[in-house]
């Protein structure tokens, strides 16, 4: 499976940002995939999962009622909304094969990462 994350880019506080993540090869019902992202200085977090077959969706709490993770039969999406400066960084889209996990090292495949940065 190959991923391909799109989407970021340069907005002030308080706007919005759509970031994609195209999934080339077959995924189950049984994966997940998630967002993660690094910011400079720091190890990758999670910012929000979902799992493939039931759309389950799970949030950090700094991005809960921000971020919104959705995926369609060959896409993953994560809308965000109300954008702080704090949430610049890499943006990761990942696969994960396993019982769903919230941590990086658990996920089998990755993106390439798309910057957002935030302006204050």
């Known amino acids: 499976v190959q991923l391909q994350a799109s989407g970021g880019g340069l907005v002030q506080a308080g706007g919005r940002l759509r970031l994609s993540c195209v999934v080339s090869?077959?995924?189950?019902?049984?994966?997940?995939m998630g967002w993660f992202r690094q910011a400079p200085g720091k190890e990758r977090e999670f910012v929000a999962a979902?799992?493939?077959?039931?759309?389950n969706t799970y949030y950090a709490d700094s991005v809960k009622g921000r971020f919104t993770i959705s995926r369609d039969s060959a896409e993953l999406y994560l809308q965000m909304n109300s954008l702080k400066p704090e949430d610049t960084a890499v943006y990761y889209c990942?696969?994960?094969?396993?019982?769903?996990?919230?941590?990086?090292?658990?996920?089998?495949?990755w993106g390439q990462g798309t910057q957002v940065t935030v302006s204050s």
């Open positions: 990942a696969l994960d094969r396993s019982p769903l996990s919230f941590y990086p090292e658990d996920y089998d495949n």
């Open positions: 090869g077959r995924i189950f019902s049984s994966h997940a």
């Open positions: 979902i799992r493939w077959g039931s759309r």
